[in-house]
């Protein structure tokens, strides 16, 4: 069972940054096709990122038009770890931020999120 950890999130000021981490068990991190999403109170749970997955150092990136130019995906797969970095935070960014890792097989997993609130 592949186990993912969120961490980074909190409490920032319109304009501010935030760099969100998201830990996942297990030996085939590499393999794993990695996302964020994001879920705001009373609304669905909505793409942000998300990074391909191999050994190659130029990995696909992909961001929702709400967030391009002020956010990034990476992945450090000897920390198996993935990451999003979001700048120029805006108030509507606040939500609770997911990490979603996707095998080889097509299996989905989850982590339990993380709160970002932007506000002054």
């Known amino acids: 069972q592949v186990q993912l950890v969120e961490s980074g999130g909190g409490l920032v000021q319109p304009g501010g940054s935030l760099r969100l981490s998201c830990v996942v068990s297990?030996?085939?991190?590499?393999?794993?096709?990695m996302a964020w999403y994001r879920q705001a109170p009373g609304k669905q749970r909505d793409w942000v990122a998300s990074i391909s997955g191999g050994h190659s150092t130029n990995y696909n990136t992909n961001y929702a038009d709400s967030v391009k130019g002020r956010v990034t995906i990476s992945r450090d797969n000897s920390k198996n770890t993935v990451y999003l970095q979001m700048n120029s935070l805006k108030p509507e960014d606040t939500a609770v931020y997911y990490c979603?890792?996707?095998?080889?097989?097509?299996?989905?997993?989850w982590g339990q999120g993380t709160q970002v609130t932007v506000s002054s």
């Open positions: 979603k890792a996707v095998g080889p097989a097509g299996t989905t997993s």
């Open positions: 297990g030996s085939i991190f590499s393999s794993y096709v």
